[in-house]
T-cell receptor, first 111, second 116 residues
């Protein structure tokens, strides 16, 4: 089965700096890679996703890059703000209903 | 409407109680999921319903009983739970229309369950 590893487990950045979270996956058949943001007491919220036929996707301050050859993908948040503080989960999926989640990164943005 | 609505938000129950968690979506999604999440851990898949039929059961104990009355509703019936079952229970849905690609998964806010 698929195995998704996520690093780092915790990340602290100064407000305005950039944050990068990295994930690796093992199954070359995985073709869809979403990122979720989870705030305390809430469910995970989809913030950006990418399919394997695309190398990069950007939405305002967040971007995701995918390297299929190396089987890794990354979340980039620029100009971080205190409201970006949350736990972020990466995931990998292919056709079907199985989503394999990374172990999560707790991001703290220091004002 | 891109919401998955879960009720109740919080639930405290004893080990002999019977309770139910409810989930509703009106996005026309045909796959619905139950996940269990412990603090600081990723969601763990419990059940998947596809077109109102149970398609995945991740070897969940029988004290958890899912039900999908129609394409918009999903229930999780709880009976004789243990304290270690205390967790955040998340409902999710996806379109289930594209068999070649993984699809967007939308989560509800969850029910925080405490078993005493």
């Amino acid at each position: 089965g698929e195995n998704v590893e996520q690093h780092p487990s915790t990340l602290s950045v100064q407000e305005g700096d950039s944050a990068v979270i990295k994930c690796t996956y093992s199954d070359s058949a995985s073709n869809y890679f979403p990122w979720y943001k989870q705030e305390l007491g809430k469910g995970p919220q989809l913030i950006i996703d990418i399919r394997s036929n695309v190398g990069e996707k950007k939405d305002q301050r967040i971007a995701v890059t995918l390297n299929k050859t190396a089987k890794h993908f990354s979340l980039h948040i620029t100009e971080t703000q205190p409201e970006d503080s949350a736990v972020y989960f990466c995931a990998a999926s292919r056709s079907g209903n199985q989503f394999y989640f990374g172990t999560g990164t707790s991001l703290t943005v220091i004002p | 409407d891109t919401e998955v609505t879960q009720t109740p938000k919080h639930l405290v129950m004893g080990m002999t109680n019977k309770k139910s968690l409810k989930c509703e979506q009106h996005m026309g999604h045909r796959a619905m999921y139950w996940y269990k999440q412990k603090a600081k851990k990723p969601p763990e898949l419990m059940f998947v319903y596809s077109y109102e039929k149970l398609s995945i059961n991740e070897s969940v104990p029988s004290r958890f009983s899912p039900e999908c009355p129609n394409s918009s509703l999903l229930n999780l019936h709880l009976h004789a739970l243990q304290p270690e079952d205390s967790a955040l229970y998340l409902c999710a849905s996806s379109q289930e229309t594209n068999r070649d690609w993984g699809e967007k998964l939308f989560f509800g806010s969850g029910t925080q369950l405490s078993v005493l």
